[in-house]
């Protein structure tokens, strides 16, 4: 499995981006995707999350509200859609993905990870 995330940039407080994960090979075997950011000395962080299949979402909180997670499994494409950005929203954002594969006598998971894509809300 391979993630490419694309639809970083600069923007202005208030303002909106649409960020894209797009998954290459086995996809059949993803599970839960997610959004992740890191900004300059601080940790890495979830954002966002949405399962297969329902669709279920989950949100970090200072997120809640601003940010829309979607997934469009046709196209093996997951969407970040970030509007009211603030300053403190800047960061590298990365996507992952999660692939289920059965071995028999039980299910291994592993972690597909992006190459992470720039995005700085300026004030």
Same mark, same amino acid.
């Given at each position: 499995?391979?993630?490419?995330? %694309?639809?970083?940039? !600069?923007?202005?407080?208030? #303002?909106?981006?649409?960020? $894209?994960?797009?998954? &290459?090979? =086995? +996809?059949?075997?993803?599970?839960?995707?997610?959004?992740?950011?890191?900004?300059?000395?601080?940790q890495r962080e979830l954002v966002a999350t949405i399962?297969?299949?329902?669709? %279920?979402?989950?949100? !970090?909180?200072?997120?809640? #509200?601003?940010?829309?997670? $979607?997934?469009?499994? &046709?196209? =093996? +494409?997951?969407?970040?859609?970030?509007?009211?950005?603030?300053?403190?929203?800047?960061?590298?954002?990365?996507?992952?993905?999660?692939?289920?594969?059965?071995?028999?006598?039980?299910?291994?998971?592993?972690?597909?990870?992006?190459?992470?894509?720039?995005?700085?809300?300026?004030?």
């Open positions: 499995v391979q993630v490419v995330e %694309s639809g970083g940039g !600069l923007v202005q407080a208030g #303002g909106s981006l649409r960020l $894209s994960c797009a998954a &290459a090979g =086995d +996809t059949f075997t993803i599970s839960t995707m997610g959004w992740y950011r890191q900004a300059p000395g601080k399962t297969s299949g329902e669709g %279920s979402t989950n949100y !970090l909180d200072s997120v809640k #509200g601003r940010f829309t997670i $979607s997934r469009d499994n &046709a196209k =093996d +494409t997951m969407y970040l859609q970030m509007n009211s950005l603030k300053p403190e929203d800047t960061a590298v954002y990365y996507c992952k993905a999660e692939s289920a594969r059965w071995y028999g006598d039980a299910w291994k998971v592993y972690d597909y990870w992006g190459q992470g894509t720039q995005v700085t809300v300026s004030s």
